[in-house]
């Protein structure tokens, strides 16, 4: 009688939510909600105002660090725009088109991510004002196109040619790129460094000017920023195995071995029985002269400096060291692939197929301690790869946040063999292309002259971010600006560090054009893209409908019990 009574409870349930599954024909495999027009567009508005909110406070030299705590309790101490977006764990699909465009930014030019982001939320902003005011969607997109267009013409007319060699203006486009990162009394020190660097790099045409094709950061905590230096050489954060070993060897000959240096094991699994210490000691012996063959061969071929990927035995240590040959063990893979690059070795995974011609060739190997770290540094390989920036400070996390603004400031540097030509910084570009944008407008008849006029005001979002952070009224100063490019001074911009209006080309507060150029077509396809969006699908499974088939197992086991 009960399991007449399961059976029924549990059929009439089965019935039920079928019956309520079929109310309405299926369109989509899952439940979904779909947002249209207003709600689209508020919600979009929403989601750009936060996060311009989010990056603004870290715009410019004066702007404020970010500190990222993950579930793991993992610290990231940044105020860079991209790794800001990458960090975060964004839902919204507006969100993360603002990051892939910080992304697009930074891969491309290594500056200007917050610069582009925040251009694109303001354009999205302003269109959204326009659109409620009855503007049509049409003429927004054929209107930002066309100021598009016309402000890459504009930042092109303003820009100024420089040249690679000029060490000068490399070191006003760095220390403009540096400037937003690190601390004021920071930022010669770190330029210095940049652009020794790339001077050294530049030479090689194989490097493609990559950073990290052409140049290693090496990290050591401890001293300040100011101990940092670039080597030309390699640095690699490990030691020689043997304490009777020389510290320095020149004109090295370098042998590059993947495996270790010891007796191998079998294959198999494998037990040999002693019956008397002669055996024990052949044995022994036979060892030894594996150990001492292994030595004898890398004298042979001529090598002086080895380096190895896994362990070493302490009798090949000892046979070494009396051929006064320097050895390191257990070097990762991505120095033992740059020491291979730039020495011209060949890795090879056993000592008995090394060869002379496999050797490659440094003028020094030595071995150096600095703040109790011990680091081998192999210098004068004359290759691409073999320059390393090594960097101090007081914790990894700063260590962290400097490395990447140097990859930022060379990727700056890079675009200039590109496009050799630089504009003023400190928003005076902003203002002169958006007073010539409002100019252009007049000429366009129709309702596209309010869309160009809009991309206009958009582009002072810049300047009077760069004022807000250093506290200063951005209507007044908006305003002075204004008035100084009207009446002759085409170079007026913000001194961040100085805190004041100033001719910004000749301060040397310079930014490269191609930039600035991809700063713009970023913000117009990310925005247009919006823009031509008329509803959000959102695919979701409701709760209720997981409870209600969570019951139904439940009964289907009790049915079936």
């Known amino acids: 009688m009960m399991a007449a009574i399961k059976a029924y409870l549990y059929s ?6 079928r019956g309520m599954e079929n109310l309405s024909p299926k369109i989509f495999t899952s439940h979904q909600r779909i947002y249209v027009d207003n709600e689209i567009r508020n919600s979009n508005i929403y989601v750009a105002k936060k996060i311009k909110e989010l990056l603004g406070t870290s715009f410019g030299p004066k702007g404020s660090h970010k500190l990222y705590v993950s579930k793991s309790g993992k610290m990231i101490l940044t105020k860079q725009g991209f790794k800001i977006l990458n960090i975060l764990p964004l839902n919204h699909p507006v969100a993360k088109i603002f990051a892939d465009i910080a992304e697009a930014q930074f891969e491309e030019c290594g500056d200007g991510t917050i610069s582009a982001v925040i251009l694109s939320a303001e354009l999205l902003d302003i269109s959204s004002r326009l659109l409620e005011k009855g503007l049509s969607p ?12 016309k402000a890459l013409e504009l930042y092109e007319n303003i820009s100024t040619p420089v040249q690679l060699e000029d060490v000068n203006s490399l070191m006003d486009i760095v220390k403009t790129s540096i400037a937003s990162k690190v601390q004021p009394e920071e930022v010669t020190v770190l330029a210095d460094l940049i652009v020794k660097v790339w001077l050294m790099v530049n030479k090689f045409e194989e490097c493609n000017f990559s950073p990290q094709d052409c140049i290693k950061i090496s990290k050591i905590k401890g001293g300040s920023l100011r101990e940092s230096k670039v080597i030309n050489g390699l640095v690699m954060h490990t030691q020689i195995a043997h304490p009777d070993m020389p510290k320095i060897i020149k004109n090295a000959k370098i042998a590059l071995i993947d495996q270790g240096l010891s007796v191998r094991k079998t294959k198999l699994s494998a037990k ?4 008397s210490f002669r055996g ?13 063959s292994i030595a004898r061969k890398l004298v042979e071929v001529g090598a002086n400096v080895v380096f190895c990927r896994r362990g070493i035995h302490d009798a090949v240590l000892h046979y070494l060291s009396r051929a006064g040959i320097i050895t390191t063990k257990r070097v990762n893979m991505s120095d033992f692939e740059k020491l291979s690059k730039v020495t011209g070795a060949k890795i090879v995974n056993c000592v008995e197929e090394l060869r002379k011609s496999d050797l490659g060739f440094a003028r020094y190997v030595k071995e150096e301690k600095i703040q109790g770290d011990k680091i081998v540094i192999v210098e004068g390989c004359g290759q691409p790869g073999s320059t390393t920036i090594l960097l101090r400070g007081v914790s990894e996390k700063l260590l962290e946040e400097v490395e990447r603004t140097i990859i930022s400031a060379l990727k700056s540097i890079k675009v200039l063999v590109h496009e050799s030509k630089v504009v003023a910084g400190g928003g005076a570009s902003e203002i002169k292309v958006s007073l010539a944008l409002k100019e252009y407008a007049k000429s366009i008849p129709g309702k596209r002259q309010v869309a160009v006029e809009a991309f206009a005001e958009a582009l002072e979002i810049i300047p009077k971010l760069l004022a807000k952070n250093l506290d200063l009224d951005p209507i007044e100063t908006l305003a002075k600006l204004k008035y100084l490019h009207l009446h002759g001074e085409h170079y007026a911009g913000l001194d961040a560090l100085n805190g004041e209006i100033t001719n910004t080309f000749e301060r040397g507060i310079l930014e490269p054009l191609y930039c600035k150029k991809q700063m713009i077509k970023s913000a117009v396809e990310a925005v247009l893209l919006l823009l031509k ?12 409908i997981k409870r209600t088939k969570d019951v139904l197992q439940r009964f289907k086991k009790i049915a079936s019990e």
């Open 12 to 17: 009439s349930l089965t019935t039920s939510i």
């Open 138 to 149: 049409r003429i927004l997109l054929e209107g930002f196109k066309e100021a598009g267009l």
């Open 272 to 275: 040999v029985e002693v019956n």
């Open 280 to 292: 024990l000691a052949e044995i022994v012996q036979c060892e030894r002269e594996i150990m001492r």
């Open 533 to 544: 969006t008329d509803q959000l699908i959102i695919v979701t499974r409701p709760e209720g």
